[in-house]
């Protein structure tokens, strides 16, 4: 889903996106966040982290709600470092996984953004298309609200935003709502859009 609004330079729009999950205990409570703000994103998830517990379900009840779910490998491995043939088993493991809840496009996004001519190739041919990232919202890094204020500047200097975010820290989970609230009370005459 996209956050429209006015911008100084015409109509402009948010996305939200979530890598590293499915986290089994933070993911739920972000998708009850996202339902009662009646908004939807992109979900990045790792094979490895949707064979923990019964994680698979956290991913089904996202598709479900009406996220979109993009492939993010299996390992969370730097690409560029790996064989043509562990490239393509990162995202075969992972794609077996969630098969029954891809969209299309089928989305993928390399760990760390990191690709060349050679990893962009191999996702083409499997199928992918990347969506990169263009808000860095450093979650990982800062458990304050300083996260929070990074991001809502850097929408604000941009006429789009596909905003980078993890489903795997507590402080993305307890700091989205003012996020959310940040991005509707600067842009004036928000509107929730159900694509990408």
């Given at each position: 889903?996209?956050?429209?609004?006015?911008?100084?330079?015409?109509?402009?729009?948010?996305?939200?996106?979530?890598?590293?999950?499915?986290?089994?205990?933070?993911?739920?409570?972000?998708?009850?966040?996202?339902?009662?703000?009646?908004?939807?994103?992109?979900?990045?998830?790792?094979?490895?982290?949707?064979?923990?517990?019964?994680?698979?379900?956290?991913?089904?009840?996202?598709?479900?709600?009406?996220?979109?779910?993009?492939?993010?490998?299996?390992?969370?491995?730097?690409?560029?470092?790996?064989?043509?043939?562990?490239?393509?088993?990162?995202?075969?493991?992972?794609?077996?996984?969630?098969?029954?809840?891809?969209?299309?496009?089928?989305?993928?996004?390399?760990?760390?953004?990191?690709?060349?001519?050679?990893?962009?190739?191999?996702?083409?041919?499997?199928?992918?298309?990347?969506?990169?990232?263009?808000?860095?919202?450093?979650?990982?890094?800062?458990?304050?609200?300083?996260?929070?204020?990074?991001?809502?500047?850097?929408?604000?200097?941009?006429?789009?935003?596909?905003?980078?975010?993890?489903?795997?820290?507590?402080?993305?989970v307890e700091q989205l709502p003012e996020l959310i609230n940040a991005i509707k009370n600067k842009?004036?005459?928000?509107?929730?859009?159900?694509?990408?």
């Amino acid at each position: 889903m996209v956050v429209n609004y006015n911008s100084g330079n015409g109509f402009g729009e948010v996305q939200l996106t979530f890598n590293d999950g499915p986290h089994t205990a933070l993911t739920p409570r972000l998708l009850d966040i996202l339902k009662q703000e009646n908004m939807k994103a992109v979900f990045f998830v790792l094979g490895s982290n949707i064979t923990i517990d019964k994680n698979i379900k956290i991913v089904k009840r996202a598709f479900e709600e009406g996220h979109i779910i993009g492939n993010h490998t299996y390992f969370h491995r730097n690409l560029k470092r790996l064989s043509d043939y562990e490239i393509r088993s990162e995202i075969f493991y992972t794609e077996k996984l969630i098969k029954d809840f891809l969209s299309t496009p089928t989305l993928f996004r390399p760990p760390f953004g990191a690709a060349d001519l050679r990893v962009n190739q191999i996702i083409w041919d499997s199928g992918y298309v990347t969506l990169p990232w263009s808000v860095d919202s450093m979650d990982w890094k800062d458990s304050g609200k300083s996260w929070v204020e990074n991001v809502t500047h850097h929408i604000n200097a941009r006429e789009d935003s596909i905003v980078l975010m993890h489903d795997t820290y507590e402080q993305t989970v307890e700091q989205l709502p003012e996020l959310i609230n940040a991005i509707k009370n600067k842009k004036m005459q928000s509107e929730l859009v159900n694509n990408i």
